[in-house]
């Protein structure tokens, strides 16, 4: 019989680090905070081992620094990282979107967009905004499972992730989760025409939409902020 440790160890490192993941997007740790990996297992109640190899996935994701004899600390907001992390999901979702709007039957793709917004307009009725965001992320994924390529989203929430640090601190109060759900109807609409080119234009739109918050949030959040690496 194999010997379980070796994946309950991993099972533990994984959760180590969903947590960890979860308290740095959502900025219950914030960025330039520094990291003790003995405060960290005391909070989290396990060993220095799962926290660790945490940290090092953290790191190499640039969601924590390793600074030479000082540390570990929360990574700060780049505009280089949210820059980078837009390209490669734009390029992806706009394929995506292409491909679906040739293979897919374009009024079942926008009635399940539909359906989708009008949960999005009741998550915020109810300023239910965890769940709204997730409804977000499934509009997304309806247009990729109608291309074929459901599991490309798992790529690309790899590559968003940057995005989703600023997409949190918007939708803590910068941005307006009604202009969200127009650009998904005016999305939706375009793909029920089957007007590829309009609802290229509109998606294109919707994802470069957070540059638009970009000078609000570092006036709100200025202590978040660095323009460069250390």
Known sequence: MADPVPG???SLSRQVYDTLFDRICRFDLVPFQMLSESALSDQLGVSRTPVREALARLAEQGLVDVLPQRGTRVAPLRSVDLEESQLMREALELALLRRAMERADNAALAARL??????????????????????????????????GAHSVMD????LKLHM???RHLMVAGLDDL????????TIAEAIAEADAYHAETQMTAHL???????????ARFPDYFEDAPP
């Open 114 to 147: 539909r359906d989708e917004i009008t949960l999005q307009r009741a998550f915020v009725a109810v300023k239910d905004r965890a769940r709204f965001q997730a409804s977000d992320d499934h509009f997304h994924r309806h247009i990729a499972t109608a291309a």
């Open 208 to 218: 470069r939409r957070i540059f638009g918050f970009l000078d609000q949030a570092r």
């Open 164 to 166: 989703d640090r600023f």
């Open 8 to 10: 309950r160890a991993a």
């Open 155 to 158: 790529e690309v929430a790899r």
């Open 178 to 185: 009604d202009a969200v759900i127009l650009q998904h109807e």
